[in-house]
C-alpha cells in the first residue's frame, strides 16, 4: 500500500511541476507609451488593374511561388514591373498578388 502512495505523490509532484512550466513574462514598464494609430490611413502603393491596362500594361499575378515579388523579376517584356496592383477602393484585394509590366515595345 505504501509503494500506492507514494506513485499517486510522485504523479502528482509531476503533473504540478509540469503545470508551472516557466516564469511569466516581465510586465511592460508603465512609462513606456504604445504609440498612437494614425488617424490619416498611408497612401495606397501602385495602380489598379483598370489603371495599368489604361496606361497600356498587363496584368500578372503571382503563381503563388512570390516570383513577381522578388527584385529580380522582370516582365515577358523584359523590363521590369512598373508596380504592384492594388486593388480598387472597397474592390476585392489578391491574396497574392499581381504586378503592372510594360507590353513590349513594337
Known amino acids: 500500500m505504501r509503494k500506492i502512495n507514494e506513485a499517486w505523490i510522485a504523479l502528482f509532484f509531476a503533473c504540478v511541476s509540469a503545470a508551472c512550466g516557466g516564469a511569466e ?3 511592460k514598464d508603465p512609462t513606456e507609451a504604445d504609440p498612437a494609430p494614425s488617424s ?3 497612401p495606397a502603393s501602385g495602380v489598379t488593374a483598370e489603371e495599368c491596362e ?3 500594361g498587363t496584368v500578372v499575378g503571382d503563381i ?3 516570383a513577381i515579388h522578388r527584385p529580380d523579376y522582370v516582365c515577358a517584356s523584359g523590363a521590369k ?3 504592384p496592383i492594388r486593388a480598387k477602393e472597397g ?3 489578391a491574396v497574392e498578388g499581381s504586378v503592372c509590366c510594360p507590353k513590349a515595345p513594337k
Open 25 to 27: 513574462p516581465a510586465p
Open 40 to 42: 490619416t490611413p498611408e
Open 54 to 56: 489604361a496606361a497600356g
Open 64 to 66: 503563388g511561388d512570390g
Open 81 to 83: 514591373p512598373t508596380g
Open 91 to 93: 474592390g476585392p484585394i
